[in-house]
C-alpha cells in the first residue's frame, strides 16, 4: 500500500516538476534561447575546428578563423533578407489590391451563376474569408521572432566561441574527476549526445541550404518576387519536421498566384517546389542520414507544439534536437530508461518487459 503511495506521490511531483521547468524556461527564454543556439552552432561549425586543429594550426588561430568566418556569413546572410524583407513590407498592399480585385471579381462571377439558376444569395463575402495581410502578419510575425534571435548574434557567436574553445575536454574532465565506474557512464552519455546531435544537425543544415538554395534558384528562374526571401523562410523551416516543408511552399505559391495572370505558371511552380520537396525529404535525407534518432511521432508533434509555444519558431526548429538530447540521457539513467523506451519510435531489441 505504502509503496503505490509512494509512486502516486512519484507521479505528482513529476507532474510538478515537468510544469515548473516549463515555467523556468519561458521566463528565461532571453538567457537560454542564445546559450542554446550557441551549443547547437558549436555542434555545426566543430568539425572545422578539429579540422583546423589536424592542419597544425593553433587552437586560438583555428577558432578565430572559425568566428570570423561565421561572423561574415551571417552579417551577409542577414543583410540579404532583411533587404528583401523590407521589400515584402513595402510590396504587401500592393498584393492586397489584387486580391481583393481577384475576390470582388469571383464574387460577381458567382451572382452571376446563381442568377442564372433562380438562386439569390445575399452575400458571398470572400473578401472577408481571404485577407493578404493574414499572410503579411504570419510572415511579419515569424521574421520577427527569428530577427529578434539573430539580433543577439554577437552574444551568441561569443558563446559558440568560448564552447568551441572547451570543446573535447569536457569527456576528459569527466574521466579524471570521476571514479571509474561512473565516469565510464556518463562519458559514454556524453559522446553519443555529442555524435548524434553534431551528425543529425549538420546532415538537416546541409539538406535544409540545399532545399533552400533549389527552391531559391526555381523562383528566381520563373521571376517570382522576394525569391530570396522564401529560399531564406525555405531553409529554417526545414529545420521544422512535417510541416516545415509545406508552410515553406505556401508562402511563395501565394505570392506566385497574385503576381501572374496566368495559373499555369503558379501551378509548374507549384509542382516543381513539391517535387523538390519531395526528393529532398524522402530521397536524400534517408540517404544522408545514416542513422536514425528513433523518436516517436508522436513526441515530435507534441515537442513542435510544445516548444514552439514555448520559444516560437526558435523552439519548433531546437525541438527535436532537445528530445533527442534528453531521450540519450534517459537511456543511460537507469530509473528512467522506461521513459526513452516511450520517446522511441520502435521498440528495442533485445529487451522485454516482465
Known amino acids: 500500500?505504502?509503496?503505490?503511495?509512494?509512486?502516486?506521490?512519484?507521479?505528482?511531483?513529476?507532474?510538478?516538476?515537468?510544469?515548473?521547468?516549463?515555467?523556468?524556461?519561458?521566463?528565461?527564454?532571453?538567457?537560454?534561447?542564445?546559450?542554446?543556439?550557441?551549443?547547437?552552432?558549436?555542434?555545426?561549425?566543430?568539425?572545422?575546428?578539429?579540422y583546423l586543429k589536424k592542419k597544425k594550426i593553433p587552437a586560438p588561430l583555428a577558432l578565430l578563423m572559425v568566428f570570423i568566418f561565421i561572423s561574415g556569413l551571417f552579417f551577409g546572410l542577414s543583410v540579404i533578407v532583411y533587404s528583401s524583407f523590407e521589400s515584402f513590407i513595402r510590396e504587401a498592399p500592393k498584393y492586397q489590391d489584387k486580391l481583393s480585385l481577384i475576390l470582388r471579381e469571383l464574387t460577381l462571377k458567382l451572382d452571376h451563376f446563381a442568377a442564372r439558376f433562380d438562386i439569390k444569395p445575399e452575400n458571398f463575402g470572400f473578401g472577408d474569408l481571404v485577407d493578404f495581410s493574414a499572410l503579411t502578419?504570419?510572415?511579419?510575425?515569424?521574421?520577427?521572432?527569428?530577427?529578434?534571435?539573430?539580433?543577439?548574434?554577437?552574444?551568441?557567436?561569443?558563446?559558440?566561441?568560448?564552447?568551441?574553445?572547451?570543446?573535447?575536454?569536457?569527456?576528459?574532465?569527466?574521466r579524471y574527476s570521476m571514479v571509474k565506474r561512473h565516469s565510464q557512464a556518463l562519458s559514454a552519455m556524453l559522446v553519443s549526445i555529442d555524435q548524434r546531435v553534431r551528425q543529425y544537425l549538420i546532415a538537416k543544415t546541409l539538406i535544409s541550404l540545399a532545399t533552400g538554395a533549389l527552391t531559391t534558384g526555381i523562383l528566381i528562374i520563373f521571376g517570382v518576387d522576394f525569391a530570396?526571401?522564401?529560399?531564406?523562410?525555405?531553409?529554417?523551416?526545414?529545420f521544422i519536421p512535417n510541416i516545415g516543408s509545406i508552410v515553406a511552399i505556401i508562402f511563395p505559391i501565394t505570392i506566385s498566384f497574385l503576381q501572374f495572370d496566368s495559373v499555369s505558371t503558379p501551378l509548374l511552380i507549384l509542382a516543381l517546389l513539391a517535387v523538390t520537396q519531395g526528393i529532398m525529404g524522402n530521397v536524400v535525407e534517408p540517404k544522408v542520414m545514416e542513422f536514425s534518432l528513433n523518436l516517436s511521432p508522436l513526441l515530435v508533434l507534441v515537442a513542435l507544439i510544445f516548444w514552439g509555444w514555448?520559444?516560437?519558431?526558435?523552439?519548433?526548429?531546437?525541438?527535436?534536437?532537445?528530445?533527442?538530447?534528453?531521450?540519450?540521457?534517459?537511456?543511460?539513467?537507469?530509473?528512467?530508461?522506461?521513459i526513452g523506451v516511450l520517446m522511441s519510435g520502435s521498440i528495442p531489441s533485445g529487451r522485454h518487459s516482465e
Open 1 to 50: 500500500m505504502e509503496s503505490k503511495e509512494l509512486q502516486l506521490t512519484n507521479v505528482f511531483l513529476g507532474i510538478i516538476v515537468v510544469f515548473a521547468t516549463g515555467v523556468l524556461l519561458y521566463q528565461l527564454q532571453s538567457v537560454l534561447l542564445p546559450f542554446i543556439l550557441a551549443i547547437f552552432l558549436s555542434y555545426i561549425f566543430k568539425p572545422f575546428v578539429l
Open 137 to 174: 502578419s504570419v510572415v511579419t510575425s515569424g521574421a520577427g521572432s527569428v530577427f529578434s534571435g539573430l539580433g543577439n548574434i554577437f552574444l551568441i557567436l561569443l558563446l559558440m566561441f568560448f564552447i568551441l574553445a572547451g570543446s573535447g575536454d569536457l569527456v576528459a574532465k569527466v
Open 228 to 238: 530570396l526571401l522564401w529560399g531564406f523562410l525555405t531553409f529554417l523551416l526545414n
Open 310 to 338: 514555448l520559444w516560437g519558431i526558435w523552439g519548433m526548429i531546437l525541438a527535436v534536437p532537445i528530445m533527442s538530447i534528453l531521450k540519450i540521457i534517459f537511456e543511460n539513467i537507469e530509473p528512467l530508461k522506461p
